[in-house]
């Protein structure tokens, strides 16, 4: 089987880079609990986002390599050539755009939430910062999916 990074890799990843995240929000809001916004709130936000993703990758991973499957069967191809012809699948410039979108929308996430630990007075706004930043995350590995679903459909039609 084609080896990427949308399967465990990249969920333990996300979960440990969304951990760290957390940590350093949490360093920044814990202060803020008499503000109308709680430390509670900010879990809440990246709770919901990992399980988005982690829904995501359960959901999609199985069927993707399904149709993978298919068309190894499909193309007669051998273990060999299937790991050569069909890396184009998983691999591609536009996945790797993706990749590095959701990775520099995580570091933007952790950079906010560590120069929120810096002391200054927490500011609520950045909880809808967060919501929008996770939101826009989990629409980036959406789309991805739906690239890749594309590609593999349009193999699986030749």
């Given at each position: 089987?084609?080896?990427?990074?949308?399967?465990?890799?990249?969920?333990?990843?996300?979960?440990?880079?969304?951990?760290g995240?957390?940590?350093?929000?949490?360093?920044?809001?814990?202060?803020?609990a008499a503000?109308?916004?709680?430390?509670?709130?900010?879990?809440?936000?990246?709770?919901?986002?990992?399980?988005?993703?982690?829904r995501?990758?359960?959901?999609?991973?199985?069927?993707?390599?399904?149709?993978?499957?298919?068309?190894?069967?499909?193309r007669?191809?051998?273990?060999?050539?299937?790991?050569?012809?069909?890396?184009?699948?998983?691999?591609?410039d536009?996945?790797?755009?993706?990749?590095?979108?959701?990775?520099?929308?995580?570091?933007?996430?952790?950079?906010?939430?560590?120069?929120?630990?810096?002391?200054?007075a927490?500011?609520?706004?950045?909880?809808?910062?967060?919501?929008?930043?996770?939101?826009?995350?989990?629409e980036?590995?959406?789309?991805?999916?739906?690239?890749?679903?594309?590609?593999?459909?349009?193999?699986?039609?030749?």
């Open positions: 089987m084609v080896r990427r990074k949308t399967g465990a890799d990249v969920r333990m990843r996300v979960g440990l880079r969304l951990s995240f957390l940590g350093a929000w949490l360093l920044f809001v814990a202060p803020a503000q109308a916004c709680a430390k509670a709130d900010f879990e809440v936000v990246v709770d919901e986002a990992a399980a988005a993703l982690s995501l990758n359960q959901q999609n991973t199985p069927v993707f390599q399904g149709k993978l499957r298919q068309l190894k069967e499909k007669g191809w051998s273990h060999d050539q299937f790991m050569s012809e069909a890396a184009p699948l998983v691999r591609d536009t996945i790797a755009g993706f990749d590095q979108k959701s990775e520099e929308m995580l570091a933007t996430i952790t950079r906010g939430g560590q120069s929120g630990a810096s002391g200054a927490p500011d609520c706004a950045l909880l809808a910062a967060l919501k929008q930043q996770m939101s826009a995350l989990v980036t590995q959406k789309a991805k999916w739906a690239y890749m679903f594309d590609r593999i459909e349009q193999e699986l039609k030749k």
